[in-house]
């Protein structure tokens, strides 16, 4: 790799890093994201930001606003309302595929709360980040998830998947697509689940009160942001496209996160969503 390419990279990383929605100083750390990293890492609790701080290294990678804002090291999967039917199913024996996982945090908070790592899987766009994760968590060693990289829609790795799946999270993923997109993303992760009734999609995501597509920061891409009606609609095509049912369940959150993410548009809320099988 040429050190101008690099060069580049890092201006481009620095010029982000001055835009507050997109990046922001790792200067604390809330109470229960603490606890869960020292017991889980077993790390002292003052060396835990300057460890946390490698967060740059995936920055620099690829300048998700996730990793950007902190958003790399909170577990949100026990913030869902479902998380403990999910806990329930996975200590039976079902299983999870994390999508986007980036450093798999929530991978790892499954396993802090009494999950066999054996029954979990990940999957992202990068190696790095999965990499990072193992740095992060220091349990290369000891965790037993699968990972696969690559791109969901493109790569062959991904059919080792397909109609094994029981519960897919899917955190912060759909919104950085279009409706089309979406539906297309939709439409392979229908294969991934178990074809019978009960298997879930689940996560959280960027929406609108009034749903529309928008550019989004950094990339300039266009992306479509859900609210109840508009998320039920796209899962009633995907269905059709797929040939089987869905039922969706959709809550708003707070919005502080959303407004913290994508600007100061009063309509952006996050919310959370419950994807059955019927």
Known sequence: ??????????????????????????????????????????????????????????????????IGINGFYRTYINDLPSYPEILSRLKRGQNLLDIGCCFAQDIRRLVYDGVPSENLRGADLHEEFIDLGYDLFRDRRTLKAEFVVGDVLKEYEYKRFDSKIDVVLANLFFHVWNWKDQQRVGERIVKFTQPRKGSVIVGRQLGSINPKEVTAPPRGSKVFLHNAETLRKLWDDIGVATDTLWKVDFSFMSVDFAKQLQGSDSDFQMFHFRIERQ
């Open 1 to 66: 790799m040429s050190n101008s390419f690099i060069e580049g990279a890092e201006r481009q990383s620095d010029m982000l890093k001055k835009d507050r929605r997109l990046y922001e100083p790792l200067d604390s750390i809330g109470a229960e994201s603490r606890e869960f990293l020292t017991n889980y890492i077993g790390i002292p609790a003052d060396e835990l930001l300057g460890h946390l701080r490698r967060k740059n290294i995936g920055w620099e990678q690829d300048p998700w606003t996730c």
